[in-house]
């Protein structure tokens, strides 16, 4: 089986994910959904029947009833020659640790076979250092999914300096047809497409904490219940062909000058840093958290994504 065919939709295909994190682990549920076969790897063989209880547990809140025998948990040193024939796409989704994607995408660069695909879900490093000088990283690709990846549609398919167009573009049709929003960005920049986007935002919202201007949790109103509100239906661009881009112009010739455009982190920000409030892992963000309203805010955010997600199938 290979790339000849444009018929992906219509047919099973296999993936191997690597990395049994949240990430991984998510990324391959949105594979087994469908009714693909995914052979999910991980280092340590002690929790692969815990991964695979996670992975099936992300199945079955998007879709009941799929078999747990299209999901198979080994380690890497279990993966033989013969193991890859057949394989479509390869996703790592390893810790965030430059060094060991290097290593790791230096090992699938001799063992699977030419011209499949292999993309790297990092949300920090570039594809083109991570597959620097490797003799097949035209088929090498970032594979930017988004926490958590069963859920959020989007996956960002970015291309290195040396990376192949054309294959990225059958990429792009593989995670269609798993019913993924792909988007192709065509350069290897910092933070990719909606990284970029989502912290030009971020440093705003901090700007005007640190001001005073309006508190964390209107910060989140705002946003929810106005243009985040709007963006759930139709995306920015699209919604100002609707308003008028002569009205963004005048209150952009308002505002521009006015936003934050700090190459540091807001002293809010730092502050937290400082005394370890980093969120719900630690107890205390902007917000004290107790383990039971972490709970029930992760639960509440999971139940809007599903319903969201359903709404815009």
């Not at 991984?24 to 076969?37: L, M, P, Q, T, W």
């Not at 990284?195 to 005073?212: F, K, P, T, W």
Request: hydrophobic share 45%; net charge neutral; proline share 5%.
């Amino acid at each position: 089986m290979g790339y000849n065919s444009i018929y992906m939709d219509k047919q099973l295909f296999r993936v191997v994910v690597i990395g049994g994190g949240a990430m991984g682990c998510g990324i391959a549920a949105g594979f087994v959904c469908r009714g693909h076969e995914v052979s999910l790897l991980l280092r340590d063989a002690a929790r692969a029947e815990a991964t695979r209880q996670q992975v099936m547990q992300q199945v079955s809140d998007m879709k009941p009833g799929v078999s747990s025998g299209l999901l198979s948990v080994r380690t890497m040193q279990s993966m033989q020659a013969d193991d890859w024939h057949g394989v479509w796409l390869v996703i790592e989704s390893v810790k965030e640790d430059l060094a060991l994607k290097q290593q790791l995408f230096g090992w699938l660069d001799a063992c699977v076979p030419p011209g499949v695909p292999i993309g790297s879900n990092s949300s920090g490093y570039p594809i083109s250092r991570i597959a620097a000088n490797l003799p097949t990283r035209s088929r090498m690709f970032g594979m930017h999914y988004f926490m958590p990846a069963h859920l959020v549609p989007l996956v960002e398919v970015v291309l290195g300096a040396d990376s192949d167009a054309q294959l990225a573009q059958r990429v792009c049709e593989m995670f269609t047809a798993i019913g993924k929003k792909p988007v192709l960005v065509k350069r290897d920049i910092p933070g990719f497409l909606a990284n970029r986007i989502q912290h030009a935002l971020m440093r705003e919202v901090l700007s005007l904490i640190d001001e005073g201007i309006a508190s964390p949790e209107d910060i989140d109103l705002a946003v929810r219940y106005s243009f985040g509100f709007r963006y759930a239906a139709i995306g920015p661009v699209l919604q100002k062909e609707i308003s008028g881009w002569d009205s963004t112009a005048n209150a952009a010739r308002e505002i521009f000058p006015t936003l934050s455009n700090t190459a540091v982190l807001p002293d809010c920000l730092e502050r937290l840093l400082a005394e370890g409030k980093i969120g719900m892992k630690a107890g205390e963000g902007f917000v004290a958290w107790t383990p039971e309203t972490a709970q029930a805010t992760r639960a509440a955010y999971n139940e809007r994504l599903v319903a969201a997600l359903r709404l815009l199938e």
